[in-house]
């Protein structure tokens, strides 16, 4: 596939195709490396639980963060260590 530069400013960029984005799961940004002479466009790595902290402090700010109540039965007290 080829495609052409267009200008962007004082830079110039390459536009990608529909499929081409869908098909490398490409998401508003990516990463950029340059190998010898190519120019090499990744999807950035999705984290996992990159959100929670934020999560959890406005859960903690809104007082949800206690547990919830369990019901406790005889066993609970006598058994349970």
Partial sequence: MKA?????GNSR?????????R????????????EGDRVVIRAVPRRPRADWEA????????????????????WDGTEWS
């Fill in 4 to 8: 052409k530069l267009v200008r962007i």
């Fill in 23 to 34: 098909q490398c799961a490409l998401g508003d940004v990516v990463e950029i490396d340059v």
């Fill in 55 to 74: 999560a959890f402090a406005a859960m903690a700010g809104a007082g949800e963060d206690r547990p919830l109540d369990m019901p406790t039965g005889a």
């Fill in 13 to 21: 960029g390459v536009r990608l195709p529909k499929a081409v984005i």
